[in-house]
């Protein structure tokens, strides 16, 4: 059980194009969403935080207008990377929660590695 | 601000070798701990986790680690690596009063048979 999928798991786009990442826990319902950005050899940084019908709460550094969160449904959290630009490359992990306001219980998605020309 | 650090960020070890993995983090306050693992093109899963009660915690596939509150450590032991052992190690630290995880900059090992 606890299996959170994302999709794509890989996209490659033009420089000024936007794009939507999915991340859908398959087996529970998540309260609250998680979205990470990593850099090869580095670790994970948190973006930002999503609580199912609210808005998302974004770490200092990251731009709320640039990376847009939706948490529509209890099983259904968007990342859109709106005009993006190369230096947007990077690998995007979301993890999903079952408990509100408790991060101890995150089960982690595949990852979706984007690439911008 | 809560940090978490890692010293190796590369090992290398022979099968039936003995392994540990730092971890030290910055917060002086209650602390839950974490380590995750990343196999080769898979997920971060979930390792074991510190939050109260005995300082030493197992978790799967034989792992354990050590809460040393005087050391702000909380290293990964495991007495006999595989060959399937070989991935990324995360060290995490729940920050404290909110529901977000710190993550050290990982481990990666590699296991030679």
């Known amino acids: 059980g606890a299996v959170v ?13 936007s794009v939507k990442i ?7 319902q998540a309260t ?3 979205w990470y950005r990593q850099f090869p050899k580095q670790s994970l940084m948190l973006m930002a935080t999503s609580n199912e019908g609210s808005k998302a709460t974004y770490e200092q550094g990251v731009e709320k207008d640039k990376f847009l969160i939706n948490h ?3 099983t259904l959290s968007t990342l859109t990377v709106t005009s993006a630009h190369p230096e947007d490359s990077s690998f995007y992990i979301c993890s999903a929660s ?10 982690f998605g595949p990852g979706t590695r984007l690439l911008v020309l | 601000a809560q940090s978490v650090s890692q010293h190796n960020h590369h090992v290398i070890l022979s099968e039936a070798a003995s392994l540990e993995l730092g971890c030290n983090y910055s917060y002086g306050g209650t602390v839950n701990l974490f380590w995750y693992v990343q196999y080769p093109g898979q997920h971060l899963q979930l ?11 197992k978790g ?15 290293n990964l032991r495991k ?6 052992d070989t991935a990324e190690y995360f060290c995490a630290v729940l920050s404290g009063g909110y529901n977000k995880l710190i993550f050290g900059a990982g481990t990666r090992l590699a296991v030679h048979p």
């Open chain 1, 98 to 107: 079952p408990v509100a306001g408790v991060g101890e219980t995150q089960y």
């Open chain 2, 60 to 74: 799967i596939k034989g792992f354990e680690a050590e809460f040393i509150k005087s050391k702000f450590s909380f």
């Open chain 2, 47 to 57: 390792l074991l986790k510190y939050f109260s009660g005995d300082p030493l915690v």
């Open chain 1, 5 to 17: 999928s994302q999709h794509p798991s890989r996209v490659i786009c033009k420089s000024g194009t």
């Open chain 2, 79 to 84: 007495p006999s690596v595989q060959w399937s």
């Open chain 1, 32 to 34: 609250t969403m998680f």
């Open chain 1, 22 to 28: 999915e991340c859908r826990s398959l087996d529970f």
């Open chain 1, 72 to 74: 529509a449904s209890l």
